[in-house]
């Protein structure tokens, strides 16, 4: 079974870059497609994109399109979230999920990062 | 993209069945059998309960199975307990817009 370990709770400020993992164990990572969620404070779940480990198919919401990069390095079986410049309005937490490829559903879930974007 | 109507509370006593809906179009919850179930408890990450429309994940508990007619998918919570009170969220694969899935509104559910 999947394994999909964030990073931890961070704080930053306005302007500020970051870059949050997931690290994947219990499954070939290069059969794994890995989806980023957004949930903010009191609110839904939203898919941010998708990418796949095995390859370089990369798939952004329009909402975070230009904003945001995913990324994987398969030699550690780690796939990222990072942005360039933080605004207050991206705090949230945030969870990493997988989909073993030819699938479409997410059945392990990382236990989520919680970011804090504040002045 | 819209995400995928869901009602935003049910409630039902111990023991009772409830429904809980999940409505798209024919880009997505009617033009795939592919709608996921998940189950989140506050502060906590979510759990696949349902996947592909009806099938349930290994230990997931039979009280709880979906269905799909149309556009609109359903998971419905047998012989309702306290421990299922909790937040659902529909997800389903969609044809035309990245990142090729959505989810829905999700659904508060209460256990009187």
């Known amino acids: 079974e999947v394994q999909l370990v964030q990073s931890g709770a961070e704080v930053k400020k306005p302007g500020e870059s970051l870059k949050i993992s997931c690290e994947s164990s219990g499954y070939r990572f290069s059969s794994l497609w890995i989806g980023w969620v957004r949930q903010m404070p009191g609110k839904g779940l939203e898919w941010m994109g998708i990418i796949y480990a095995g390859g370089s198919d990369t798939r952004y919401s329009p909402s975070v399109q230009g904003q945001v990069t995913i990324s994987v390095d398969k030699s550690i079986s780690t796939a990222y979230l990072q942005w360039s410049s933080l605004q207050a309005s991206d705090s949230a937490m945030y969870y990493c999920a997988s989909f073993v490829s030819g699938t479409t559903y997410a059945d392990y879930w990382g236990q989520g990062t919680l970011l804090t974007v504040s002045s | 993209q819209s995400a995928l109507t869901q009602p935003a509370s049910v409630s039902g006593s111990p023991g009772q069945s409830i429904i809980i809906s999940c409505t798209g179009t024919?880009?997505?919850?009617?033009?795939?059998?592919?709608v996921s179930w998940y189950q989140q408890y506050p502060g906590k990450a979510p759990k696949l309960m349902i996947y592909?429309?009806?099938h349930r994940p290994s230990g997931v508990s039979d009280r709880f199975s979906g269905s799909k007619s149309g556009n609109t998918a359903s998971l419905t919570i047998s012989g309702l307990q306290a421990e299922d009170e909790a937040d659902y969220y529909c997800s389903s694969y969609i044809i035309s817009t990245s990142p090729n899935y959505v989810f829905g509104t999700g659904t508060e559910v209460t256990v009187l």
């Open positions: 592909d429309v009806t």
């Open positions: 024919t880009s997505d919850v009617g033009g795939f059998n592919s």
